[in-house]
Nanobody
């Protein structure tokens, strides 16, 4: 079982920055990828950014050039640096990881509880 604990959300004004953190703990043999999703009211959940075990990253077009995802493999922690925030970035941001408990076990999807990011005009 993997637990994801998020922090860093809050209320900021447009143009300001936030850094989200998500620490994975529990029985972890390997993490294939970690990332961030977000969901605004009345909208579908969308991928914000993901970083894979090899270090490759993907970003939603709407955040490219403004957000940066990074990881600390020792701490099993993923970060999302969000710069130049816009009101349209307002959403619940959820941490995600795909991890395996042992070398022979299959991997499973895990989700954090979500953290609110609100950007005012």
């Amino acid at each position: 079982q993997v637990q994801l604990v998020e922090s860093g959300g809050g209320l900021v004004q447009a143009g300001e920055s936030l850094r989200l953190s998500c620490a994975a703990s529990g029985s972890i043999f390997s993490i294939n990828l970690m990332g961030w999703y977000r969901q605004a009211p009345a909208k579908q959940r969308e991928l914000v950014a993901v970083i894979r075990s090899g270090g490759t990253t993907n970003y939603a077009d709407s955040v490219k050039g403004r957000f940066t995802i990074s990881r600390d493999s020792v701490k099993n922690t993923v970060y999302l640096q969000m710069n130049s925030l816009k009101p349209e970035d307002t959403a619940i941001y959820s941490c995600y990881c795909n991890a395996a408990a042992s070398a022979t076990a299959r991997s499973y999807d895990y989700w954090g509880q979500g953290t609110q990011v609100t950007v005012s005009s």
